[in-house]
Each structure stands twice: as C-alpha cells, then as structure tokens.
T-cell receptor, first 116, second 119 residues
Framework: ETGVTQTPRHLVMGMTNKKSLKCEQHLGHNAMYWYKQSAKKPLELMFVYSLEERVENNSVPSRFSPECPNSSHLFLHLHTLQPEDSALYLC???????????????FGEGSRLTVL | AQKVTQAQTEISVVEKEDVTLDCVYETRDTTYYLFWYKQPPSGELVFLIRRNSFDEQNEISGRYSWNFQKSTSSFNFTITASQVVDSAVYFCALSEAGHSGAGSYQLTFGKGTKLSVIP
C-alpha cells in the first residue's frame, strides 16, 4: 500500500456538479497539503493543514473547499468549477511542515480533473 | 519572495549518457531547504533529496549526484549513465525555514525539466 493514496484517479465533471477528491496518508504524518498542477505552470500550493488545523489558504477561490477530519484524511470539495480548473490535483503529507528539518513532502499519484 | 528557475524545459539524451539538470533559486532567507523531486508518468512526485542551506557538501547516491553552490544560488542534479527508467519530469524546490525553523508551509517549485532517455 502506497504512503499517500488519492481517489478518484480521474474525474470528469460539469460546471454545475458537486464532487469531492479524497486523500489518505498511511505514514503517520501531521501535515497535509493540496497542490494544483496545470500544464506549463509550476505546482501551486492550495491548502495546508497542520495537526488538522488549516494553516494556509493560498488565495484559492471558494469553489474549492478543503476538509481535514483527522490527521490521516484530507478532502477537497468541488462546486461549480470552471474549465480552467482542469488540472492534476496532488495531495501530499509531511512530518513537520515544509521548511522544517523533517518536512519533505510525500505525494500521492494525483487526481486528474477535467471540467467540461 | 522565493523563486526557483529551471531553465531547461525538456532534455533528451541517449541511454548511458550523463545529464545535468539545472536549478537556480532566489531567497532572502539565510536558512532554507532545497529539494529535488521526480515525477514519473504515473503522476506522484517522488522525493529524491533535501539539502539545507548550511550544508554545501555535494552528495552522491548511486548514479545521482547533486552540486550545491551558494555562491551562484544553484542546486544542480546530475544523472550518470542515464537509463530509460530515468525518464520523468524533475522538479527543484525551495522552502524557507520560517520562524524558529518550524517550517514555512510554502514549498516553491520550479516548472520542471522533462527528461527523456532514449534507448
């Protein structure tokens, strides 16, 4: 079993749909992240949770809503998305935040989202 | 503000050739961490190395080696005797230590270099 598991791997949704992306980490880490990866652009940090508290919301539109019910699970709820939101959404976890001496990120395989 | 530049968008090499991936960074902090990640076609980013700003020793791990030069703000990655399995997108990243070294949340990535190793 991989350390960070994301479901679904692929998702196609219309602009009026509501869907959720799920991330689960089996590494005992205390921080979790959502990143967006679009073509030709650097990875963009969206949200950071540390000890289940949101510590960073990187100017993400409200149509993206994160939820971290416990230290092992992270969700990204999607509502009324736009076609430009189509991207690979990557979840990551770390023991300690990025920039700490234990903060290397472990990534899932991503959820490929297509918004029609 | 921190910034990571990977000037090489795509590189193609023939198997067994050596290849160097360039990474130049900008930061105002004196304490920071540099990373390299590999993203194979399956999608997940795989952690390769972390370097802190106080450790300028070069590192070698098998066919991989890293050259950290603070004077030029570079953290280059060399693959020796490349193999087809090395084909992937490679990302360089930077994180500042934040207050008291507790972490800064923000890991800034470069745009990545796509490496294709041709058999």
């Amino acid at each position: 079993e991989t350390g960070v598991t994301q479901t679904p791997r692929h998702l196609v949704m219309g602009m009026t749909n509501k869907k959720s992306l799920k991330c689960e980490q089996h590494l005992g880490h205390n921080a979790m992240y959502w990143y967006k990866q679009s073509a030709k652009k650097p990875l963009e940090l969206m949200f950071v949770y540390s000890l289940e508290e949101r510590v960073e919301n990187n100017s993400v539109p409200s149509r993206f809503s994160p939820e971290c019910p416990n230290s092992s699970h992270l969700f990204l709820h999607l509502h009324t998305l736009q076609p430009e939101d189509s991207a690979l959404y990557l979840c990551a976890s770390s023991q300690g935040l990025a920039g700490s001496n234990t903060g290397e990120l472990f990534f899932g395989e991503g959820s490929r989202l297509t918004v029609l | 503000a921190q910034k990571v530049t990977q000037a090489q968008t795509e590189i193609s090499v023939v198997e067994k050739e050596d290849v160097t991936l360039d990474c130049v960074y900008e930061t105002r902090d004196t304490t920071y961490y540099l990373f390299w990640y590999k993203q194979p076609p399956s999608g997940e980013l795989v952690f390769l190395i972390r370097r802190n700003s106080f450790d300028e020793q070069n590192e070698i791990s098998g066919r991989y080696s890293w050259n950290f030069q603070k004077s030029t703000s570079s953290f280059n990655f060399t693959i020796t005797a490349s193999q087809v399995v090395d084909s992937a997108v490679y990302f360089c990243a930077l994180s500042e230590a934040g207050h008291s070294g507790a972490g800064s949340y923000q890991l800034t990535f470069g745009k990545g270099t796509k490496l294709s190793v041709i058999p």
